[in-house]
């Protein structure tokens, strides 16, 4: 007899355990036949509860730090960063605004590296919104009636650099008027050029990957996707405004999906990591075998999380790396965890701790990691780590705190 027959009550848990999958948890994950393990972090130090990880105890990744912006005099904002190599230049782009954060008259800002370790002066990537500049009455307050620039990434694509950015009413998140807008990166006059509408009534969280179809992918909010869910969208092949949406069922039931990010798992399948707006103290994960066509319903893993945004990668060697806030209780420390199959992490280490630190995006190029992030939603920082560095994590026992 089925085993779900014989203990209709069985958890996931026993019910793995009976069928013969690997342990701990209910078995390791897999995109079709386990896609309900709730087993994203693993090893001998972790306790049986992660969310008592000995966050200050765990080991530092070495790398060589810069801040690129710090508007901490002004009192303004420096958020939403993204990295991008592109004509033998690092670039990195941010949220620059009056006050924290999000407010009326914010805009985009960018500078270039020829090595990730010196940045040129921060230029203007967008102009002021539209009537929202700072002869605006409203500029620098949360009003319907004034409008923001939102950064959302870099997209290298057929020889151009394009720069995404957002634009809506800054009362809350998001405005009727969302709109995801692209600009064009002009060598010969040194400026950014608006090409057009990307989507309507969409944000996306990072900028549009390949899929093994060899169509592009990015997540996307829409300005009332706290009550319908979050979605992909998937084209941009023929043209940068044609794309089909995919919604991802339960984003918004099961948990209060924010931010995705997702990536492609060795076996050519995706999966899609979500920070829980409903403050569970841990990530969700959802998986697709149709190249993004459908999702998995979302399920809780054991991996923390401090309600916070991430950012992950495949590295050139195979493995993955995922750069979050995973200690629940507050932004601090920012840290980095190590994968060998992109679903269960092994390694875990501190890249910046002692303050509030966050909104991270992870670059690989020329043997080194490029950890950009905000401090304090206030200043631009970039941390440069050689992928050596991460063979040095090492997390014993002691790490974690209350273990029995």
């Given at each position: ?119 040129s002066e921060p230029a203007d990537l ?130 209060s999906a924010e931010e995705p990010i ?60 995922l750069v979050s806030n995973a200690n ?77």
């Open positions: 007899m089925p085993i779900s027959t014989a203990i209709p009550w069985a958890s996931p848990l026993l019910i793995g355990l009976a069928i013969g999958q690997d342990d701990p948890g209910s078995g390791r994950p897999h995109p079709s036949e386990n896609p309900g393990s709730p087993l994203m972090l693993a090893g001998e130090w972790v306790p049986d509860d992660p969310r008592r990880i000995d966050f200050a105890g765990l080991p530092r990744v070495p790398g060589r730090h810069v801040v690129v912006s710090d508007v901490r005099d002004r009192d303004g904002v420096n958020q939403h960063n993204y990295l991008v190599r592109f004509d033998d230049r690092y670039w990195i782009m941010w949220s620059d605004g009056p006050g924290v954060e999000d407010r009326v008259g914010q805009r985009v800002r960018f500078a270039t590296s020829p090595d990730g370790l010196s940045w967008t102009p002021f919104p539209p009537g929202s500049g700072p002869d605006s009455p409203h500029y620098g307050s949360r009003s319907q009636l004034g409008l923001r620039w939102i950064a959302r990434g870099f997209w290298p694509r057929d020889g151009s650099l394009l720069a995404l950015a957002s634009l809506d009413e800054a009362a809350g998140f998001f405005g009727p008027s969302l709109a995801l807008h692209a600009f064009r990166w002009s060598p010969d006059d040194r400026r950014w050029e608006h090409v057009g509408i990307v989507s309507q009534n969409a944000i996306n969280n990072f900028p549009p990957e390949r899929l093994p179809t060899r169509e592009w992918m990015m997540s996307r909010r829409t300005h009332d996707y706290k009550t319908v869910g979050v979605q992909f969208l998937i084209g941009g092949v023929d043209r940068i405004d044609r794309w089909e949406s995919v919604p991802v069922l339960g984003s918004s039931s099961s948990l997702w990536w492609t798992l060795p076996d050519g399948n995706l999966v899609a990591l979500f920070r829980d707006n409903r403050r569970s103290g841990f990530l969700y994960r959802s998986f697709s075998t149709d190249r993004g066509r459908s999702w998995s319903a979302p399920v809780r893993t054991n991996f923390p999380d401090a309600t916070s945004k991430l950012h992950g990668l495949r590295l050139d060697d195979g493995r993955f790396v629940p209780a507050k932004r601090d420390p920012l840290t980095l965890a190590v994968s060998d199959d992109g679903l269960v992490f092994t390694r875990l280490g501190v890249l910046a701790s002692g303050r509030h630190v966050d909104y991270p995006h992870v670059l690989e190029h020329g043997g080194h990691l490029l950890v950009a992030f905000s401090g304090g939603k206030q200043s631009v920082e970039v941390l440069k780590i050689p992928i050596e560095a991460l063979d040095q994590i090492e997390n014993d026992p002691p790490v974690a705190s209350g273990q029995e």
